[in-house]
C-alpha cells in the first residue's frame, strides 16, 4: 500500500482540514472520528516526505542509542557535527552560541543561547535517556547445569514473561581499579553472538501454570545463558573467566564497578502494510529525547535560551546524581548565569531565571490499544496517528491552566495536531516533571502515544513521533 496515494485519493478530506472546515462536520456518525481525525489525513505530499525522513533517522538514531551511555556518546557525535562545542566557564555565551555539557557521561544538556538575558528564563526540554532493561548483579557470573550463566536484576518496570527468548545484546562499561574504562557492546552486529533468557518448553510447564502473569517468569528466574561449550581441564566458568581476560583484560571481580545491560538486539522495523509505524527497544523515551535534539539543532538565534535536558534513571525514580532530582540542572543553568553577570551574580538572579523558565517534561505514554481498549476512558486517550498528547491526570499532577492555555496557543498557532491523556479512574503523575517543578519553574507533561511501552519491542507512529519533534521546535521558538 502507498501512504501517498491513499491520502492523495482522499485529498478533499486533507483539504477541509487544512482550511479549517470541521472533518468531523463531513464523516460518519461516529464520536471517534468526530473527537479526533487522524494527523495523517492533514499532511501534504512534502510534509509526507518529512515524516518519513525523520522516521528513517529517529530509527538510525534509537538503534544506535540502548542505554544513556549510548545516548550521550552519539549525541555528542551529532552535536559537534551541528557546531555545538563542550560548555565551559569562558565559554562565549553570545546569542546563537551552541552549546553541549555532559555530567558524569549518563546526562546531557544541549544549549542554544538566545538574545534575551537569562533572567527571563530560558526554554527547556526535559527528557530521559534510560529505558527499562536488564542489568547484571556485582558478581553476576555463575555455572549452572553445565551452563555458565549471568545473574540479572531489572531497571524499571517490566513484564517478565516479555523478556525470555529474545536476543539480547550485552552493552556497557567496566571501570578497573586502575582508572581504566573497558566498553562492552556485544549482539548488535549480524556477526556477534546474542545472549537469552530460556523459558519453559510448553510440555514441561505444568508445576508452573497456576502463576499469575505478572510470576510467569519471576524476577530471580532472568538469568542469560552466556555459554555451555565444556573444557577437558576447565569449568565453564573458569573458561568465561579466561575470556574475560583475554578478550577485555578484565577479571570477574572488575564486573563488581560495572554497568552492563541486556537489552534487546531487535533492530527498529517499519510495521503495517502501510509502514505508518515503527517498533523498536526503547522508545520510552528516546522519542521524546530523539526528538529533543532534532529540534534544538535547528534553534539558530531564539528568542530565549534553549535547552533539551536529557537525563539518566527516571525510570527507577529520578534517583542518583545522573537523574532529574539532581542538583545538575541548576548548576548548570547558575554557571551560565555566573558566567553572564560575573560578580553582579546573587542567588536571587538565580531564582528569576528559574521562575521565569518554561519547560516540556516530555515522556511517552500507553496508546489506545485495540485489543484492550477497555482500559482505557476512550473519550480522554491517545490514540496513535492522533498526534502528541498533553497530559492531564489530575491530583495535582496538571500543568496550571494558564500555561495549559499558552501551550494550546502556540500548538494550534504551528498546525500541530494534539490530544489529551488521562488514565482511567485514578489520578496519577510520573517522568521528571515534578522534580523541575520543585524548582519554581513552569512545566507541562506531554509525549506521544507507544503501544506496548517498558516491552522489548514498542510501537510508535510515524506522524506522532514527527509532530514531538515538530511541537519541541515551535516551543523554543514560541515568545
Given at each position: 500500500?502507498?501512504?501517498?496515494?491513499?491520502?492523495?485519493?482522499?485529498?478533499?478530506?486533507?483539504?477541509?482540514?487544512?482550511?479549517?472546515?470541521?472533518?468531523?462536520?463531513?464523516?460518519?456518525?461516529?464520536?471517534?472520528?468526530?473527537?479526533?481525525?487522524?494527523?495523517?489525513?492533514?499532511?501534504?505530499?512534502?510534509?509526507?516526505?518529512?515524516?518519513?525522513?525523520?522516521?528513517?533517522?529517529?530509527?538510525?538514531?534509537?538503534?544506535?542509542?540502548?542505554?544513556?551511555?549510548?545516548?550521550?556518546?552519539?549525541?555528542?557525535?551529532?552535536?559537534?557535527?551541528?557546531?555545538?562545542?563542550?560548555?565551559?566557564?569562558?565559554?562565549?555565551?553570545?546569542?546563537?552560541?551552541?552549546?553541549?555539557?555532559?555530567?558524569?557521561?549518563?546526562?546531557?544538556?544541549?544549549?542554544?543561547?538566545?538574545?534575551?538575558?537569562?533572567?527571563?528564563?530560558?526554554?527547556?526540554?526535559?527528557?530521559?535517556?534510560?529505558?527499562?532493561?536488564?542489568?547484571?548483579?556485582?558478581?553476576?557470573?555463575?555455572?549452572?547445569?553445565?551452563?555458565?550463566?549471568?545473574?540479572?536484576?531489572?531497571?524499571?518496570?517490566?513484564?517478565?514473561?516479555?523478556?525470555?527468548?529474545?536476543?539480547?545484546?550485552?552493552?556497557?562499561?567496566?571501570?578497573?581499579?586502575?582508572?581504566?574504562?573497558?566498553?562492552?557492546?556485544?549482539?548488535?552486529?549480524?556477526?556477534?553472538?546474542?545472549?537469552?533468557?530460556?523459558?519453559?518448553?510448553?510440555?514441561?510447564?505444568?508445576?508452573?501454570?497456576?502463576?499469575?502473569?505478572?510470576?510467569?517468569?519471576?524476577?530471580?528466574?532472568?538469568?542469560?545463558?552466556?555459554?555451555?561449550?565444556?573444557?577437558?581441564?576447565?569449568?565453564?566458568?573458569?573458561?568465561?573467566t579466561d575470556f574475560l581476560k583475554t578478550e577485555y583484560d578484565?577479571?570477574?571481580?572488575?564486573?563488581?564497578?560495572?554497568?552492563?545491560?541486556?537489552?534487546?538486539?531487535?533492530?527498529?522495523?517499519?510495521?503495517?502494510?502501510?509502514?505508518?509505524?515503527?517498533?523498536?527497544?526503547?522508545?520510552?523515551?528516546?522519542?521524546?529525547?530523539?526528538?529533543?535534539?532534532?529540534?534544538?539543532?535547528?534553534?539558530?538565534?531564539?528568542?530565549?535560551?534553549?535547552?533539551?535536558?536529557?537525563?539518566?534513571?527516571?525510570?527507577?525514580?529520578?534517583?542518583?546524581?545522573?537523574?532529574?532530582?539532581?542538583?545538575?540542572?541548576?548548576?548548570?543553568?547558575?554557571?551560565?548565569?555566573?558566567?553572564?553577570?560575573?560578580?553582579?551574580?546573587?542567588?536571587?538572579?538565580?531564582?528569576?531565571?528559574?521562575r521565569n523558565t518554561k519547560v516540556i517534561s516530555a515522556d511517552?505514554?500507553?496508546?489506545?490499544?485495540?485489543?484492550?481498549?477497555?482500559?482505557?476512558?476512550?473519550?480522554?486517550?491517545?490514540?496513535?496517528?492522533?498526534?502528541?498528547?498533553?497530559?492531564?491526570?489530575?491530583?495535582?499532577?496538571?500543568?496550571?491552566?494558564?500555561?495549559?492555555?499558552?501551550?494550546?496557543?502556540?500548538?494550534?498557532?504551528?498546525?500541530?495536531?494534539?490530544?489529551?491523556?488521562?488514565?482511567?479512574?485514578?489520578?496519577?503523575?510520573?517522568?521528571?516533571?515534578?522534580?523541575?517543578?520543585?524548582?519554581?519553574?513552569?512545566?507541562?507533561?506531554?509525549?506521544?502515544?507507544?503501544?506496548?511501552?517498558?516491552?522489548?519491542?514498542?510501537?510508535?507512529?510515524?506522524?506522532?513521533?514527527?509532530?514531538?519533534?515538530?511541537?519541541?521546535?515551535?516551543?523554543?521558538?514560541?515568545?
Amino acid at each position: 500500500m502507498n501512504i501517498k496515494r491513499t491520502l492523495t485519493s482522499i485529498a478533499i478530506i486533507s483539504t477541509m482540514a487544512l482550511s479549517g472546515q470541521s472533518y468531523a462536520d463531513k464523516t460518519e456518525n461516529d464520536p471517534v472520528k468526530k473527537a479526533s481525525p487522524s494527523t495523517w489525513l492533514n499532511l501534504s505530499e512534502s510534509e509526507l516526505v518529512a515524516v518519513e525522513k525523520y522516521a528513517t533517522d529517529y530509527k538510525t538514531f534509537i538503534y544506535k542509542t540502548p542505554t544513556e551511555l549510548t545516548f550521550v556518546t552519539e549525541t555528542i557525535k551529532r552535536a559537534e557535527k551541528q557546531g555545538f562545542k563542550r560548555l565551559s566557564e569562558k565559554s562565549n555565551l553570545k546569542p546563537g552560541a551552541r552549546f553541549y555539557d555532559v555530567n558524569r557521561d549518563r546526562t546531557i544538556s544541549l544549549i542554544v543561547m538566545g538574545k534575551k538575558g537569562l533572567e527571563q528564563g530560558t526554554r527547556i526540554v526535559g527528557a530521559h535517556i534510560d529505558s527499562p532493561r536488564l542489568e547484571l548483579k556485582g558478581r553476576p557470573l555463575y555455572e549452572k547445569e553445565k551452563f555458565a550463566m549471568l545473574q540479572t536484576y531489572v531497571h524499571g518496570g517490566i513484564k517478565t514473561y516479555q523478556w525470555v527468548n529474545i536476543p539480547l545484546a550485552l552493552v556497557g562499561r567496566v571501570d578497573k581499579k586502575d582508572g581504566t574504562v573497558v566498553n562492552i557492546s556485544v549482539g548488535f552486529d549480524d556477526n556477534d553472538p546474542i545472549f537469552m533468557v530460556p523459558d519453559l518448553a510448553p510440555h514441561v510447564d505444568h508445576p508452573n501454570r497456576d502463576r499469575k502473569s505478572r510470576d510467569v517468569i519471576k524476577k530471580e528466574e532472568l538469568d542469560v545463558i552466556i555459554a555451555a561449550k565444556p573444557d577437558l581441564d576447565k569449568s565453564i566458568k573458569e573458561l568465561i573467566t579466561d575470556f574475560l581476560k583475554t578478550e577485555y583484560d578484565i577479571s570477574v571481580d572488575d564486573l563488581v564497578s560495572a554497568e552492563l545491560a541486556l537489552v534487546p538486539a531487535t533492530k527498529p522495523r517499519d510495521v503495517g502494510f502501510d509502514r505508518s509505524m515503527i517498533a523498536a527497544y526503547g522508545q520510552d523515551d528516546k522519542a521524546s529525547s530523539i526528538a529533543a535534539v532534532t529540534a534544538i539543532f535547528e534553534q539558530k538565534i531564539p528568542e530565549y535560551t534553549s535547552v533539551a535536558f536529557l537525563v539518566d534513571n527516571e525510570e527507577v525514580g529520578n534517583i542518583n546524581n545522573t537523574g532529574a532530582s539532581s542538583t545538575y540542572l541548576v548548576d548548570m543553568l547558575s554557571g551560565l548565569l555566573y558566567n553572564q553577570m560575573g560578580d553582579d551574580y546573587n542567588d536571587y538572579q538565580l531564582r528569576k531565571v528559574l521562575r521565569n523558565t518554561k519547560v516540556i517534561s516530555a515522556d511517552v505514554n500507553p496508546g489506545v490499544n485495540p485489543n484492550w481498549a477497555g482500559v482505557w476512558e476512550l473519550g480522554n486517550a491517545p490514540r496513535l496517528g492522533n498526534g502528541i498528547n498533553l497530559k492531564l491526570y489530575g491530583g495535582g499532577f496538571n500543568a496550571n491552566s494558564e500555561y495549559m492555555a499558552w501551550t494550546r496557543n502556540y500548538l494550534d498557532n504551528n498546525k500541530i495536531k494534539w490530544q489529551t491523556s488521562t488514565y482511567k479512574g485514578k489520578a496519577s503523575g510520573g517522568t521528571i516533571g515534578s522534580d523541575l517543578s520543585n524548582d519554581n519553574m513552569e512545566v507541562i507533561d506531554f509525549g506521544v502515544p507507544i503501544l506496548s511501552i517498558h516491552s522489548p519491542y514498542a510501537v510508535g507512529s510515524k506522524v506522532d513521533l514527527y509532530s514531538l519533534y515538530k511541537a519541541m521546535s515551535a516551543f523554543y521558538q514560541q515568545k
